[in-house]
């Protein structure tokens, strides 16, 4: 039997695949015009998934579909598009320096977008499986990817990235496989929890493949990559995997939890990942390293409002809106305040740059206190806030006041870097003069972005219902 195909709902994967395509073909062609052709396709990306009528959709058997259009879909369409062109701003001026080839960076990264698409519409577990990895795959090389080999930090973490995303996913798959023979299911909206002598089987294939997708929320434990890997990559990368990897995480777990009756392993891996997360960051004395533990903690603030299941998703999707923009303005203040190519630099270096570049100071003062949860950060403190009622309203306080503990521990390393910022300048001669040069001129580009990600998430921290309501349709 001919199954037709629903061309319209495709269109944003079309756009985005499209777009890889097209910077592939211009690095072919002519050699250049990369971050033109991506940055116009992940626009025409958003476009699409904005366009396109809602309650759509295609690949399908019966009442159950492949692809499904809803108003969160394209809204996680659109913050992919909007990630992925706001990380190609942070990669600009590296990208203008030759440090990495731009061809193959703009593909891998719009390839690595094509992949987020698949996973806001995918309505089976194939389908998610397949656009993680196609998320996933991309950067593995991007963490690597330069021209010039400063250290091995680079290989290393994408070997070490690599080795652990292997496992995590043979990991789903086979959760993935035990649940399809157990329920005879793989689509999202058939997933039950099995009967008779198959219900165990399927309670194990559940839990593994939570734990297989918890690895792309760096949850505990498998969280051990995420500092090494942000680490040693490029800063820009490291924003891209602290925020569009993470989104697409976030909505893969969310898929499995609403349906299946996961809360316990949930909230274990939620109550392990936030203090672990925030423990660890307490002792860093490197900025990216203290952001990407601080991202692990996040993840387990999100990972709590999925163990409350479907209750909990709703305010989950929110935290992660909010979160993976305030993940972006702070990585863009590090990128704005470092060289093209150099890493994240140490705590140390960061001494007064408040005082020096005021704008970017103010940008990086306002990112950690949304992810403190304090003013004037109003998106990070109604994305806790709703956690926390989802916790309460669905029966588990105790998780609620396990995330209340954790926040106030955070707030001691997220005080503490806010304040070096605007600490007194270190004696003459200590600080770099290249360093105090580019701190007071950060690069155009990347300051735009930085900008463009702060406004938007001020607004948003004061119209937080627009963001339930496009989540729910």
């Not at 304090?374 to 009622?389: R, S």
Request: proline letters at 4%; hydrophobic letters at 60%; glycine letters at 10%.
């Amino acid at each position: 039997m001919t199954q037709a195909v629903n061309h319209v709902a495709l269109l944003p994967l079309y756009a985005a695949a499209g777009t890889a395509l097209l910077v592939l073909v211009a690095d072919l062609v002519v050699g250049r015009f990369h971050l033109p052709a991506a940055v116009l396709g992940g626009l025409a990306t958003a476009v699409c998934a904005t366009a396109v009528p809602d309650h759509t959709a295609t690949f399908c058997s019966g009442d159950l579909c492949s692809w499904i259009v809803t108003p969160h879909a394209a809204l996680m369409t659109v913050l992919f598009a909007g990630l992925t062109i706001g990380v190609l701003g942070l990669s600009a001026p590296a990208l203008r320096q030759g440090l990495a080839p731009a061809g193959e960076y703009c593909f891998l990264l719009t390839c690595a977008m094509t992949g987020g698409v698949v996973v806001a519409y995918a309505g089976d577990l194939i389908s998610l499986i397949v656009g993680l990895e196609t998320l996933t795959l991309p950067l593995y090389v991007l963490v690597g990817l330069r021209r010039i080999r400063v250290s091995a930090a680079g290989a290393s973490a994408a070997v070490t990235f690599f080795l652990v995303s292997v496992v995590s996913t043979a990991i789903a798959l086979l959760g993935a496989a035990l649940l399809y023979a157990a329920t005879g299911a793989l689509h999202l909206d058939a997933l039950t929890e099995g009967s008779g002598v198959y219900a165990p089987l399927a309670s194990v294939g559940a839990a593994l493949v939570v734990v297989g997708f918890a690895f792309k929320v760096a949850a505990v434990p498998l969280h051990a990559w995420a500092p090494a890997t942000y680490d040693g990559a490029p800063v820009p990368v490291a924003a891209y995997l602290s925020t569009a990897s993470k989104l697409g995480g976030v909505l893969a777990l969310a898929a499995v939890v609403q349906r299946l009756d996961t809360g316990p392993l949930v909230a274990v891996l939620a109550v392990l990942t936030m203090t672990v997360g925030n423990l660890v960051a307490l002792r860093q004395t490197r900025m990216v390293r203290l952001l990407a533990w601080s991202s692990v903690a996040q993840a387990g603030y999100i990972l709590a409002a999925l163990a409350a299941g479907a209750a909990g998703v709703e305010a989950a999707y929110a935290y992660a809106v909010f979160f993976v923009l305030l993940e972006l303005i702070a990585f863009g203040v590090v990128t704005a305040l470092r060289a093209p190519g150099e890493d994240g630099g140490d705590l140390e270096d960061y001494r007064g740059a408040g005082r020096r570049a005021r704008w970017m100071g103010a940008a990086l003062v306002l990112a950690l206190a949304g992810l403190a949860g304090l003013p004037p950060g109003f998106a990070g403190l109604f994305a806790k806030v709703a956690v926390v009622g989802a916790l309460i309203g669905a029966g588990w306080g105790w998780l609620a006041g396990v995330v209340a503990l954790n926040a106030v521990i955070a707030l001691a390393y997220y005080v503490r870097v806010a304040a070096l910022l605007y600490a007194a300048p270190q004696p003459a001669g200590v600080v770099d003069p290249e360093l105090l040069e580019r701190a007071t001129r950060p690069r155009v580009v990347v300051s735009r972005v930085v900008v463009v990600a702060a406004a938007v998430t001020i607004v948003l921290g004061f119209a937080p219902q627009a963001v339930f309501d496009a989540l729910t349709g």
